[in-house]
């Protein structure tokens, strides 16, 4: 059984692939840019990095790359190529996606929805039976500021918050109308902050927390660009850094071990009627951003956040990280979200492990230099 995969040097895209090569030895195509060889490369790099071991042949043997664009017509794949791929695949997990919050409006709207409309051009072309898996995001909710969002949730009466939740929401209306229309399946994933506490090799995509916590290491240990240099008492001694979040504000961060187990389940093991089926892939439980403000302090010693509704006359540091992190930062959220459909299919799966300070320090303390990640101002790893 072959399944199609975009995305897959992503930080949720590479471990989804990782359990499709192995855990379920499927053979998968990879669709992505550059040539077939680069790509290959780049994928194994990724997934090694991920794994913390190396492929083993049969595992090498099973993953063939494609260079492709996802943006393109025919996934800029030779007309005959791209019906041979479309007779012999048995699944789509479209996990490509830009994600930069705080990016340009067209860019993010070219890959997120009319990348999502050539997927479905080319689902269209297989077989019948043939699942469609759309990696989506909690952040289609937009500008909902509380309650319950429900998993069959999608509107945008409230607006949105950046230009990226306004995409996702916009690539989900098409995967409903697609399945409507030619009646099929079509699962959508929605997960939420996906989180990984350190257990990644050098090279793995990184996280949003992870991109936090390189950004606070960099005012920490340097000042940032522009900032005096922390003085003889050591990184952070004595420096107060404001954040433009209101302490009642919360996240909702799910462990990336338990996220990927879910998705499996509920978009490869379980089988749900034709349609659309939306699952939210979260933590029963909502993060408080003084909950982790309280790590960052404790990672860095001498360092005092403080969360404020608005930053009046901010500092160097303070400016370094708004202009670092504009989207990011743009939540004022104070909503749950409904498990119901996630829980039905997940079976005897655990809930993910509580997130306590421990954690938090572990997924904030810098470690990946993956995707996006090789820069303080990497907030096109930070989804939502």
């Known amino acids: 059984m072959t399944f199609l995969i975009t995305g897959a040097t992503g930080f949720l895209g590479s471990r989804v692939l990782f359990e499709l090569l192995t855990t379920y030895a499927h053979d998968v195509v990879t669709v992505g840019r550059g040539s077939s ?123 949105f918050e950046t230009h990226y939740d306004e995409s996702k929401y916009a690539a989900e209306k098409l995967v409903r109308e697609w399945a409507e229309r030619h009646g099929r399946e079509a699962v959508v994933l929605r997960p939420s902050v996906v989180g990984n506490d350190g257990n990644v090799g050098a090279g793995a995509p990184c996280h949003p927390l992870g991109v936090l916590g390189q950004l606070i290491d960099t005012i920490a240990r340097t000042g940032g660009p522009g900032i005096p240099v922390p003085g003889e008492r050591g990184p952070a001694a004595g420096l107060r850094l404001r954040l433009p979040v209101p302490a009642d504000v919360t996240f909702n961060v799910v462990p990336d071990t338990y996220a990927v187990k879910a998705m499996l389940c509920v978009a490869h093991d379980s089988r749900p009627a034709v349609g659309v089926h939306c699952f939210h892939i979260v933590h029963p439980v909502e993060t408080s951003a003084q909950h982790i ?32 992190l504009p989207g990011f930062l743009s939540f004022r959220h104070r909503r749950t979200y409904d498990r119901t459909n996630t829980l039905a299919l997940t079976g005897d799966l655990a809930d993910p492990v509580p997130l306590d300070q421990s954690y938090l320090v572990r997924a904030l303390t810098p470690a990946c230099s993956g995707d996006g990640a090789s820069s303080p101002r990497a907030e096109q790893s930070v989804g939502l």
């Open 293 to 324: 403000a309280s790590a960052i302090e404790s990672l860095h010693p001498g360092l005092s956040v403080c969360l404020v509704d608005k930053v009046v006359d901010p500092t160097p540091a303070e400016s370094f990280v708004a202009a670092s």
């Open 37 to 159: 060889a680069s790509l290959r490369a780049r994928v194994v790099t990724v997934l090694e990095a991920v794994s913390g071991r190396s492929l083993r042949d049969e595992e090498r043997a099973r993953l063939r790359c494609v260079s492709g664009d996802v943006t393109h017509p025919y996934l800029g794949l030779p007309p005959a190529m791209y019906g041979r791929l479309a007779a012999e695949c048995r699944a789509v997990w479209h996990c490509a996606g830009d994600i930069a919050l705080a990016g340009e409006r067209q860019r993010l709207f070219a890959v997120n929805a009319q990348g999502t409309a050539e997927m479905l051009d080319f689902a269209e072309l297989t077989d019948p039976s043939c699942r469609f898996v759309h990696m989506s995001t909690m952040a289609v909710a937009g500008k909902v500021p509380a309650g319950v969002i429900l998993e069959d949730h999608l509107c945008d009466t409230y607006g």
